[in-house]
């Protein structure tokens, strides 16, 4: 009796883990077009995990002192820390807002890559601020939560499917 508890549970896993992004008899294109851009999306969070730990490590070192000082006279001060946490609230509120809209286009995925650049250039600009190690988990928690909703997205289409156009229905 406990075997076959396990199976169904075991087939169960297998559905919602496994067969979750495998191609529906209803919709094959759907599920592998999501598939795709979940995968891109896991790429893209692994390679923003490997720019946080480089940036952990930066850490407490300024940025402009490694670099020459006639670079440093020509890049100019640092931008003000208030300036810098405005804009990275008004990037954090602007790319959630604008998410489902990026991520409906037929071509979702092109974009992924450039969100990544713009995610990791605020550690830069705390680095020559000289502030990354107090601002850190702030810019990491946003790009963290930016990176899951955008899976959550792909997970909710691939569990409960998505109209002709291979996304989400307002209907269903």
Not at 16 to 23: D, M, R
Not at 59 to 68: E, K
Not at 144 to 163: C, P, R, V
Request: charged share 15%.
């Amino acid at each position: 009796m406990k075997r076959m508890h396990k199976s169904k549970a075991l087939a169960l896993t297998r559905k919602l883990v496994i067969g979750s992004f495998a191609p529906s008899a209803t919709a094959p294109s759907v599920a592998a077009e999501e598939q795709l851009l979940a995968r891109r999306g896991l790429w893209q969070l692994l390679a923003f995990l490997l720019l946080s730990m480089a940036a952990w490590s930066a850490g407490d070192r300024g940025l402009f002192t490694a670099l020459p000082e006639a670079f440093v006279a020509w890049l100019g001060t640092a931008p003000p820390l208030p300036l810098i946490d405005l804009a990275f609230a008004i990037y954090l509120a602007s790319a959630l807002i604008l998410m489902p809209g990026r991520l409906s286009a037929p071509r979702a995925g092109s974009q992924g890559w450039s969100q990544l650049l713009y995610r990791t250039s605020f550690y830069l600009l705390y680095l020559a601020s000289a502030v990354l190690s107090e601002r850190f988990a702030v810019v990491l928690a946003g790009g963290l939560f930016l990176y899951g909703m955008e899976q959550l997205y792909f997970w909710g289409i691939a569990l409960w499917g998505g109209d002709e156009n291979g996304r989400g229905s307002a209907e269903e």
